[in-house]
């Protein structure tokens, strides 16, 4: 049986490993444009934050071992042409014709099995200038290599990123020093816009700024200039002109379906490669995976595109799998998505609050703020969950992440549970490891369960930071009540039109001071207080009164602009 | 509505916060025999570790108030009486009588829903001299402010702590240091008996020898002896004496039954007591919850009695709930358990691989080590994860961690699964979150679930590092082939007998040196070289060939004795 594999980053060399573990007969054949194989991409952003010391350092085994033509050729029994470009398929005689990219020269090899693993490629968008120097992406280790050569001179002072997903931040972050400003423009209104909603994208815009960096929202580049030497050396936006000397282009990435558009394969409306739950193309003979080929969501149901490594090394071992006669098959997609960047952690998985509700779901979320370990253990730090459920019968449909603090594991937790159908009454209930140095008694996402399902029952009523802000702005009268302790308030005072101080201690004996013409905003650190006091004033019969979800761990991010 | 609750250190605050939340009429009055209330027992080893500096830290909330009588009469309106024991309940007429320490003045007060909360108490061990001076437990603040200072005085220089489960590790890890010895002494054959299979165990040993602690097993003490103050000074076992100055019991708690019993409570078979699912007694109008009670096992159905903090948490709003007319149901229990302990996290949920078989579960196990982060990132360590399953379907019923790394996050995300009647094809099917940070591209739990998949299904064939050194212990002959590479050999040579060196990369020109009169026995670092190497030599045509699970990140623990 000749298998060949047309790409060798991820989800190539992975279908080699697996289909020679559970066929050792099968003829083996990775052919790869580039000359590098086996690469870990996510790691660009690391190198360039000179937190990965080399660029080999990613090509590597965990054994110290590089992953290259003799290493494939010893250890897989395959073999590797790397500058070798798949040019056409010839679907009828199974045949895939290659150039070898140093003689240019030609040739047809046979296959019973063909394996698209052709990845994707940087989304740029046509911006007149965008082919100066100095502009560059950060998708293959050659990108980060020139960036870093460029910064290590000293001559750049100045980085402007375009775009702000996941690959933007992490550059930025990665770029941003005393020596070196960083201008982020983000044509969306927020950062982080396809994972995040733009409540907790505050919280990371907060945090960006707080680092120094220029962060332009709603910002749509209309051209790049460039100096004498065609470097680029100006970013004109709709806002105005950005003095620059080096850019990076982070509007992400397209699959690249050059080769199987042309075969006649059928290319979803994601504009990435269609298969089925086997990674079958129409073509029986033909898989694809990785990068190139589209996904089908958990939630929806419905074909998406989102490419990551985790996505592509799973599908790489169904492949091998189904190639090899076991009938595996790749799961649906939650999307579940995380960085570190700007000191936090950031994630989400499953659908978000806009998607949920654009798509016609009856919406219920919390905004749920709690430390990731007891606060008497010496490391604990803040972390926010939102999760995304049915008002209906309170199924999870996505969760959002953001914190200083351990993040992670929640999101994964969150993600486990998502798969499985859970309802916030399920994560009330699910028996997570409690010691003081991983949580608190009640878990930080067990009382944000418990916090939505307070919500989703009406026991509790929270407004967020968010609907705060733009009452205000419209000018709505509200009664924001701040129940926080004495040394809390000095410590970080509101300055909110409307601000009262009573103490929670207190709230019982001073409640009837609290004017009752507008709405009544509880407002403490967490959210967990300012619940209480609502549960308290809504006793008194005061049914006008909301806590503010999250507390000002999250409303900081909102009121103090 | 007259709620009275006995006990005042976990669920019993928990309980009358959430119901005041939901009730604001109840009259919730809190009965605590000590002095203290509402205090963190777990973080005790913390506090004596110098984590904590103040035993009052373990009192205040996450904003710094302390929750004592006052606090709870302001904020929760809750009546608090300390230093004041139940000690008779008059079901008939709805009244319990109680008398105050101080006083001894005794009095009944009428209730309409009573809740047990009364916690545990340390079990100790009827052993001769064990009430001599200097002999302490880890149950009470004042246990453990009078253990910090009595070490502080310097006049103790070894430490003898009975008993290897969770409070003996933690406290034997809190203690040890150059200046004060520490002499462990476990009646089981393996540490953490209770939380661990014996492999696993392993691991934990070889840390607890590591960090200088004298770790002695299958160690059955006999007595204590005094000296002329009749404090502690010598530990007679079976095996001989330990001079020690002082001695800590950490030989479990037991349910505080005694007033449940005499109202005539139903006591379950654990000896705690007996509760339905909305942790009401045989007395509709009496709950019990937290250490008093027994829960119920999630895979066996069975009452169980694992007290956990995190367990009396959710009971209490369970409890608070149902007291107001919401029909909650406290959910059955994993036992999930974790603990930090000599650089390790150590952590379990479902059952152990022993538990099972003794249960007629057809088990099939595996045991992965990995990384929890990409290796070429900063910081990464290493982490082992054990599966048990269903052989006939590959249902999860339980999970082991063990590790410097990351491991609380794969721990919760397997409680989570095993909540849902996880398989192991659900695991591999997962959508985590990668980002180089916080996993490999395909997370060390994935792979620990398709290598107990590929083992379910005959695919791969592995051995444990335990049942190659007791095999070779009975003089069986093995091969054991080391397929490092050269300088991970030097690093760290096996001295096992019958072992080959053959790195991987020349196993498919050399293997047929490989002579093959034995089971051969692949060994690498993390065990996926290993399969790897099983996978080729089956190829051809060895049947007699299983690779060492774990690689030597197990093995290590074995083979060096």
């Known amino acids: 049986m000749k298998v060949i594999i047309v790409g060798g980053v991820a989800i190539g060399p992975k279908v080699a490993a697996r289909l020679r573990r559970i066929n050792p007969d099968a003829e083996i054949t990775i052919l790869e444009k580039g000359s590098l194989i086996s690469y870990g991409g996510c790691g660009l952003p690391f190198y360039v934050a000179n937190l990965v010391p080399r660029l080999e ?12 033509t003799e290493f494939f050729a010893a250890q897989k029994n395959a073999k590797v042409y790397t500058q070798t470009e798949a040019i056409k398929i010839d679907r009828i005689n199974k045949r895939v014709w290659v150039r070898n990219l140093l003689t240019n020269l030609e040739d047809a090899l046979p296959y019973d099995y063909l394996v698209l693993a052709t990845g994707s490629k940087p989304s740029i968008p046509p911006i007149p200038g965008v082919k100066l120097g100095r502009i560059f992406t950060m998708h293959h280790p050659h990108d980060a290599q020139s960036v870093k050569d460029l910064i290590k001179t000293k001559q750049v002072k100045h980085v402007t990123v375009i775009g702000s997903g996941l690959i933007g931040i992490e550059t930025a972050d990665a770029l941003v020093s005393p020596r070196l400003k960083v201008t982020i423009c983000e044509a969306d209104s927020r950062v982080l816009p396809k994972l995040l909603d733009s409540d907790m994208s505050k919280l990371v815009e907060q945090k960006i700024k707080g680092h120094g960096v220029d962060l332009q929202l709603s910002c749509k580049v209309k051209a790049f200039e460039g100096d004498a030497e065609d470097n680029v050396c100006r970013v004109i936006t709709e806002q105005g002109t950005i003095e620059t000397e080096m850019v990076i282009i982070a509007t992400g990435v397209r699959p690249e379906i050059g080769l199987a558009r042309e075969a006649g394969l059928t290319i979803g409306n994601t504009g990435a490669i269609q298969v089925d739950e086997h990674q079958m193309t129409n073509d029986p003979a033909i898989y694809a995976g990785g990068d190139c080929a589209e996904q089908r969501h958990l939630l929806t149901g419905e074909p998406v595109y989102i490419p990551l490594a985790s996505t592509a090394n799973k599908q790489g071992r169904v492949i091998a799998d189904h190639i090899a006669g076991i009938p595996a098959r790749f799961a649906p997609v939650e999307g579940t998505s995380i960085l570190q960047a700007f000191d936090l952690t950031i994630g989400r998985t499953g659908l978000g609050e806009e998607e949920a509700r654009n798509r016609g779901y009856n919406v ?23 999760l995304i459920a049915e008002q209906e019968n ?8 953001c914190g200083i603090g351990e993040c992670a594991k929640r999101l994964d937790v969150l993600a486990t549970a998502l798969k499985f159908g859970a309802k916030a009454e399920d994560l009330i209930d699910l028996d997570l490891a409690y010691a003081p140095p991983f949580a608190t008694a009640i878990d930080v996402l067990i009382h944000a369960a418990t916090t939505l399902e307070n919500m989703r029952q009406g026991i509790a009523l929270g407004i967020t930071a968010e609907n705060v802000t733009k009452r205000l702005a419209a000018g709505e009268k509200l009664c924001i009540l701040d129940i926080r302790e004495p040394d809390e308030v000095m410590a970080n005072p509101l300055s909110l039109d409307g601000t009262m101080v009573i103490g929670l201690g207190e709230l019982r004996e001073r409640w009837e001071e609290i004017p009752r013409d507008s709405l009544i905003v509880t407002v403490c650190g967490l959210g967990i207080r300012g619940y209480e006091a609502a549960c308290m004033l809504q006793s008194k019969g005061i049914s006008q009164v909301a806590f503010l979800q999250g507390g000002l761990n999250v409303g900081s991010a909102f009121f103090k602009q």
């Not at 350092?57 to 290259?68: A, E, K, N, Q, W």
């Not at 219920?364 to 939102?386: F, R």
């Open 394 to 401: 309170g199924r999870l449909l996505g969760a959002q992440v």
């Open 57 to 68: 350092d990613l090509m590597t085994t965990s054994y110290g071992v590089i992953r290259d």
């Open 364 to 386: 219920v979320t919390s905004v749920s703020s709690g430390l990731d370990a007891t606060h008497y253990y010496p490391m604990h730090a803040l972390i926010t969950i939102k």
